[in-house]
């Protein structure tokens, strides 16, 4: 998760999300245990966190979010020189479990925009701080 001035991502040259003002860029990738009872509490989490200006959080000043599906973060690169995405949930897991964080950030009244789950996609944004954080189901 980053807190962005700005953010877009692409697919094919077209714009297919992005924050219409600052707000939050969420990456997300989903393992072999995620339900969607942890894309909900993850959501509320996201929503809550207060890492905005003025110690805010988004659900404080309804910042946007722009959420884009990535299942790299899971990559394991231990070993050799190539990475292993064994620990990603295959797309038929991944995809409804990225949908129910989605929803679970819209039912809370957010503004959502996101990626297309499995396209090329480029992400650009402007982080601001720069504030990065990694948030995890544990």
Known sequence: ??????AEVRVA???????????????????HSDTPAIA????DK???LRILADEKSASD???PLLVVSQFTLYADT?????????????GAVSEPLVE?????????GAHVETGIFGADMQVALVNDGPVTLVLDAD
């Open 61 to 63: 000043i309804g910042a």
């Open 13 to 31: 040259g077209e714009v297919v999300g992005r924050l219409p003002e600052p707000g939050l860029v969420v990456l997300v990738g989903a393992t």
């Open 46 to 48: 996201v929503w809550k």
């Open 1 to 6: 998760m980053q807190r962005a001035a700005e």
């Open 78 to 90: 231990r070993k050799g020189r190539r990475p292993s995405w064994s620990a990603a949930a295959p």
């Open 40 to 43: 909900d509490r993850l959501a």
């Open 100 to 108: 129910s964080f989605v929803a679970a950030l819209r039912t809370r």
